[in-house]
């Protein structure tokens, strides 16, 4: 159950946020999924298609505004590589 934490208390700060929508707790909910398969470390690296993959979103424009209004909200900070060898940073709260 410990590893439902962070995704209970997403929805627990969402509950009245209208500016989230179903794609953006899907591109969440893939975050911490990949975050769980690499061992739960803090911040991770990631690729927009890793995650693309997991949420099932084919856009990658949808991925990187969805992300960005998760960092812009204060869901996770991101931090852009811009670099295509070396992958985005994501920090949790």
Do not use: W
Request: charged share 20%; net charge positive; aromatic share 14%.
């Amino acid at each position: 159950m410990e590893q439902l934490k962070p995704l209970s208390d997403f929805f627990t700060a969402i509950e009245q946020d209208g500016r989230i929508s179903i794609t953006h707790i899907g591109i969440y909910a893939a975050l911490l999924e990949y975050r769980s398969q690499i061992g739960n470390v803090n911040p991770i690296a990631v690729f927009s298609y890793d995650i693309m993959k997991i949420a099932k979103i084919s856009s990658a424009m949808t991925y990187h505004k969805c992300v960005k209004d998760l960092n812009e909200f204060g869901y996770i900070r991101y931090v852009p590589s811009f670099n295509k060898n070396r992958g985005s940073r994501i920090y949790f709260p």
